[in-house]
């Protein structure tokens, strides 16, 4: 079986005999199929699909990862994960086998990010309580795990831009620390349109979030998810079904934010991962 590594997203490619467009014999198919196929390595912040026998159970950092009936599975890789990491797989017919991964370090350069509110860097008590309040919803609504594989589309810009913020880099707003960047920042003029970079359905929306501003959350199957933040208006409500490329909202400079521009997150249930990876998988 061929495959082929981008930026830590494994793809796949059935081997073909003679110009055939099918396999020339039998139990080809079967020896495929009976295959565990991950990677050997990935990048922090990647998305990874591997394939393991349709019907296997896969655990990994805790969890059983749902399986397609094709045999495809996905996780994310955290921004601090060091590696490296176990996949088991237990197949249809008994047998077990562990994948294991290695993580590649990269760098995370720092960022300085002035002229942000400051009662958005130290809010007060009732403003701290607010902001928790209002992030536990977006973390409830990137639990979901349906039997959906939009994540497996090649997935499209939402906006076209300039990135003015990368995925994972340490950032000190108004001079204090903060947390890694937790998604690509992508400048455009407010009310540019936002399209959906793959298909999925509308789990979050919510205009007016103390530090995000207008927020939203697109769920693309098996824990995968995407988020929007700062819009200057969103276009969709929770529940609805997105295809690939629907503007769903507009760019803005809502909540904390300095300028318009878009913040684009991706999230593996609660691991954060980087879009910018996600997209290269496409090249």
């Known amino acids: 079986m061929r495959s082929m590594l ?6 796949f490619a059935a081997p073909l005999f003679a110009g055939q467009g099918v396999l020339a014999q039998d139990g080809i198919a079967d020896l495929i199929d009976n295959r565990v196929v991950f990677p050997a390595s990935a990048s922090q912040g990647a998305m990874v699909i591997g394939k393991v026998p ?6 990994h950092a805790g969890r059983d990862l749902r399986v397609s009936g094709y045999g495809s599975v996905v996780f994310g890789i955290g921004r601090d ?9 237990r197949r249809p017919d008994g047998s077990e086998e562990t994948a294991v991964i290695e993580v590649a370090a990269r760098d995370w350069p720092l960022e300085r990010v002035n002229g942000v509110p400051p009662k958005t860097v ?19 609504a990137r639990q979901r795990d349906d039997n959906r ?8 810009w939402p906006v076209q831009g300039r990135i003015s913020g990368r995925f994972g880099n340490a950032r000190v707003y108004n001079g204090q620390p903060g947390a890694g960047h937790s998604g690509m920042d992508i400048a455009a003029p407010t009310g540019t349109p936002v399209k959906a970079p793959a298909a ?6 919510d205009p007016g979030l103390y530090l995000t501003g207008g927020t939203l959350v697109l769920d693309h199957g098996f824990g995968i998810s995407s988020n929007f933040l700062h819009l200057s208006r969103i276009d969709v409500k929770v529940g609805d079904r997105i295809a690939q490329g629907q503007v769903i909202a507009a760019v803005g400079a809502t909540g904390r934010a300095t300028g318009p521009h878009l913040h684009w997150g991706m999230n593996w249930f609660d691991t954060r991962i980087d879009p910018l990876l996600v997209l290269e998988r496409g090249k």
Not at 126 to 133: F, K, Q, S
Not at 149 to 156: G, H, I, V
Request: glycine share 8%; hydrophobic share 45%.
């Open 6 to 11: 981008l930026s830590g997203v494994l793809l």
């Open 54 to 59: 349709a019907g296997s159970r896969v655990r």
């Open 81 to 89: 994960e060091t590696g490296p990491l176990q996949v088991q797989v």
């Open 122 to 140: 130290n809010p007060p008590p009732a403003i701290a309580e607010r902001i928790a309040r209002e992030q536990a919803r977006v973390t409830e």
């Open 149 to 156: 594989t939009d994540f497996a589309q090649t997935f499209l």
């Open 200 to 205: 999925g359905i509308v789990t979050f929306a």
